[in-house]
T-cell receptor
């Protein structure tokens, strides 16, 4: 089944404790992206990757890191999480960057205390 | 850079009536305009999209119209049903920014029985 998976789905952590949210797609998509969703603010892009070893900042990259060493995986790293990073995170992938449907993962609900 | 404004933020309609959600964008170079639907607790999913060389596109009860001169596009849902209740997001793709999608803040559509 074609899908985007994320892990974990729920995470409660403390300020400053490094964490990684994994994202994987099995559709051989070139483009992958991370979003955060907060009430009233819609979807805001954190980082995106147009292909392996190519990553770029989105609208809200501060406090996050990503890597794209393999085509299928695009992990999101929070080196030192803070309470303002409490949010719902979505990973998405599409065939290419140019005007194709984005397939979203199920989301990761992160709480930083 | 591109800015996408979406209105209204909440829309309540009687079951069977039509619903219209409007988005305006600022960058005249934008050339791809998708609409995503997010049901409560679920991931966003593409419901319809339109490219800049087309003025209107329909898919059963859903249609999207694009006015490039005025820089706005709208989602039209006819004969609304309870399962149409969700948050709807519009977005615009900007070629000059690696085709990054810029998202509207979302519209919560409530279908009253």
């Amino acid at each position: 089944e074609a899908q985007v998976t994320q892990n974990p789905r729920y995470l409660i952590t403390v300020t400053g404790k490094k964490l990684t949210v994994t994202c994987s797609q099995n559709m051989n998509h070139e483009y992958m992206s991370w979003y955060r969703q907060d009430p009233g603010l819609g979807l805001r892009q954190i980082y995106y990757s147009m292909n392996v070893e190519v990553t770029d900042k989105g609208d809200v990259p501060e406090g996050y890191k990503v890597s794209r060493k393999e085509k299928r995986n695009f992990p999101l790293i929070l080196e030192s999480p803070s309470p303002n990073q409490t949010s719902l995170y979505f990973c998405a992938s599409s065939l290419a960057a140019t005007a194709y449907e984005q397939y979203f993962g199920p989301g990761t609900r992160l709480t930083v205390t | 850079g591109e800015n996408v404004e979406q209105h209204p933020s909440t829309l309540s309609v009687q079951e069977g009536d039509s619903a219209v959600i409007k988005c305006t964008y600022s960058d005249s170079a934008s050339n791809y305009f998708p609409w995503y639907k997010q049901e409560l607790g679920k991931r966003p999913q593409l419901i319809i999209d339109i490219r800049s060389n087309v003025g209107e596109k329909k898919d059963q009860r859903i249609a999207v119209t694009l006015n490039k001169t005025a820089k706005h596009f709208s989602l039209h849902i006819t004969e609304t049903q309870p399962e149409d209740s969700a948050v709807y997001f519009c977005a615009a793709s900007v070629p000059d920014s690696n085709y990054q999608l810029i998202w509207g803040a979302g519209t919560k559509l409530i279908i009253k029985p």
